[in-house]
């Protein structure tokens, strides 16, 4: 056990450093205490003479750009990350995604955008940097260094089963292939579409070992001109046979809320099942507000923190967390596991092949291999070849990777069994 003292010189912000050392018990796997005594504890304070030294006081949103050894409130960062003075509050910063508390401009989805982060500006989008926040800690204290092996949460998000006719479609047609087409409606006219594939991706892991969580929308139909929910009916006979299956099976299913104006509670009631996790459709969501609605909802895990547009680590860290709660001054009971690579990043954002692709993904793998939990989202229409040609190869590639290497794929329920932060 390790005992720390909060001196009355940072007493002002007392639970949010709980808070924050608590992440880093869990990272470096330690039990902590507070006691109100100095003596046989870690004193915190501003003082030269503490063993953990803070800057002046935390940040807290809504307040001017504070002083800050890296990030800062207005979506600033310094440029040099190795000058690091102050690793409990740059973590506290990062983690949460502060930068993101009223930004000032969003995407035409009313998104937080990639291009104004600072780990665009600064090309460090890929860099597990509270990781090192908490290596810091460790290292001043004069504790031994923690580092455990990545592990991989993989995710379906189950937005079209239906389109394949068309998207598809349209790609074998140009070919000539006449017969695949023919195949297409065939298989639609019997209600096994080429996209309601959950059965041959459950397969296609069990080969490698692996495990994944379903996101499933339950509202159905276009919103504009660029936004749809589902082209499915939820409740049908031939999702819900899905939908079981994947439960039989000993993978998991998840809501996948819809961008319609209805609330957690009653998505969840159409839901009709004890959804345990989220991830926002389209990633649309804004911070704070998207975590005080899945809090209010009831859920135990979101998967949404990621960029659209970019691979790597939206909030600069490479594990599920407990975002922190500035109305209450406490965790969020829920955990969020961001999500680090997703397939339309690279097809639709950056225009890229499957091969190129590959070697992204697979260098931000290897710079990552230790101290992360890799989110991996394959969506269900990856996994036809026609219009994704060779996207169904590269995650195949992914499990050979995890499987090859020894790591190991972690469900939703062993998150936040393992990174829920003790109360």
Known sequence: MITFHINDSVRAFEAEIRYTLGLWAINQSHEIAFSPFRENSIVVGTQSEAHLRLGL??????????????????GTASDRFDHLTDPLASAFQMVNALQEYDAPEYDELNRYQFKTSYQKRLNNVYDNLVQKCFESISSKLKLPLKSTPTRFFLSHDIDIVYGAILEDGNNVIRKGRFDLFFKMLFNLAIARPEWLNMDKIMALESEYDCKSIFFWIVNKGRINSREENAD?????????????????????????????????R??????????YANRYHFLKFRLPDAWHDVESGGLKLDASLGFSAEMGFRNSYGLPFNPYDFKERRPFSFVEAPLNVMDRTFFQYKKQTAAEARVDIFDFFERNRNNCVLSVL??????????????????????????????????????????????
């Open 57 to 74: 006081r935390f940040p807290t949103p809504g307040e001017p750009a504070t002083r800050s050894p890296y990030v800062q409130m207005d």
């Open 378 to 423: 394959w969506h269900n229409n990856f996994f036809t070849d026609h219009k994704f040609k060779g996207y169904v190869a590269l995650y195949k590639d992914i499990l050979a990777y995890i499987s090859d290497n020894k790591f190991r794929t972690i469900s939703a329920r062993e998150i936040t069994q393992h990174y829920t932060i003790s109360p």
């Open 266 to 275: 009653e998505e969840l009631t159409k839901f009709g099942n004890a959804a």
């Open 232 to 264: 499915y009916t939820f409740h049908s006979r031939p999702i819900q046979r899905h939908f079981d299956a994947v439960a039989r099976q000993g993978f998991e299913n998840g809501l996948h809320k819809s961008i319609s104006s209805e609330s957690f």
